[in-house]
């Protein structure tokens, strides 16, 4: 930056310039209502590009958004084990703080020779769910970070372990936060979930199931070639035998690889897969995962269409 010499060593003549060339200025109605240099802000870009964890940004006002989202669950400690829970969700960007969503579920099961299930090969609806996000701080000049809550109220008909039939009922309030590390190349972004909720137990039949779950992750994401995106995410979970989490039933971390590819500016396609690198279980503690209240590896494939 140029360095500005001090007016009053100029002498009086330049003085005298100087202090007129500011009484012109402040004179000047012009002057006084040109609009001020608008800085531009980097920002994480709006599509899914960390995996399961989710970015802050809403859309633009007026935007509306179908999504299928097919989250897969793989392995148990015996026996040959696959869940799959397909999401529809249809959402509207109301405007840049508040976005709403309404997806109905299918469930698919299959399950043969696992320890204490049994066995279960089923495709289901499986109930539906309302989501309302809003923007609760936004990215500036001063503050890198953007922060977004949510809440997703949801009535299911299938047990996600057993996949027998369980009626069920209960929410997810989530928190996102996220941030770009390096303007268009390198973005991090973090949640934290809990999901209460209350069920029919679906292998005694009369008997009432009260539970909870704390999901906390973390994810970055580069953006190598314009569309593309390739990440890494952490996934941390902890299931508790109330609602309150004070009675732990087990816990798992989940890393794995993301990728996102923007087909073009309406149409984009997430995948990751994770496996369980490590766990405990309450009922099993000295085992190195836990296989008991989750599975060897998750993943998700997901895809986007704005319209």
């Known amino acids: 930056m140029a360095r500005i010499a001090n007016p009053f060593r100029l002498g009086p003549l330049a003085l005298a310039l100087v202090l007129a060339g500011g009484a012109a200025r402040a004179a000047d109605p012009a002057a006084k209502n040109a609009p001020s240099r608008e ?3 980097p920002d994480v870009p709006g599509d899914d590009i960390f995996g399961f964890t989710s970015p802050t940004d809403l859309g633009k006002p007026g935007d509306r ?7 897969f669950r793989l392995g148990k400690r015996v026996g040959a084990y696959g869940a799959l829970n397909s999401k529809y969700e249809f959402s509207y960007t109301i405007n840049e703080d508040w976005w709403i969503a309404a997806s109905p579920f299918l469930a698919v099961n299959r399950i043969r020779d696992v320890a204490i299930l049994p ?3 089923a495709f289901e609806f499986d109930g539906f769910s309302t989501e309302i996000a809003h923007k609760l701080l936004t990215r500036s000049e001063t503050n890198p970070f953007a922060v977004t809550a949510t809440i997703e109220p949801r009535w299911g008909r299938i047990d996600p372990e057993s996949g027998f039939r369980s009626q069920n009922f209960g929410f997810a309030a989530k928190l996102f936060v996220d941030r770009v590390v390096v303007p268009e190349q390198l973005f991090w972004a973090a949640n934290l979930i809990w999901s209460p909720q209350w069920a029919d137990d679906p292998l005694t039949p009369g008997n009432r199931l009260i539970n909870s779950s704390i999901l906390a992750s ?3 994401s580069w953006q190598f070639s314009p569309g593309w995106f390739l990440g890494a995410e952490a996934r941390y979970f902890a299931q508790y035998a109330r609602i309150a ?5 087990g816990q798992s971390l989940f890393v794995g ?3 996102l590819w923007k087909i073009n500016d309406r149409v984009a396609v997430n995948v990751t897969w994770q496996p369980q690198l490590w766990g405990r ?3 099993t503690p000295g085992l190195g995962l836990d296989l008991d209240n989750f599975e060897r590896s998750v993943g998700r494939l997901k895809l986007a269409v704005q319209f």
């Open 119 to 121: 066995n279960r090969n």
């Open 218 to 220: 973390t994810a970055l």
């Open 65 to 71: 958004m179908f999504v299928n989202e097919n989250d």
């Open 257 to 259: 690889p993301t990728l």
């Open 39 to 41: 800085v531009s802000v």
């Open 245 to 249: 989490p004070d009675k732990l039933m």
């Open 281 to 283: 279980a309450s009922a």
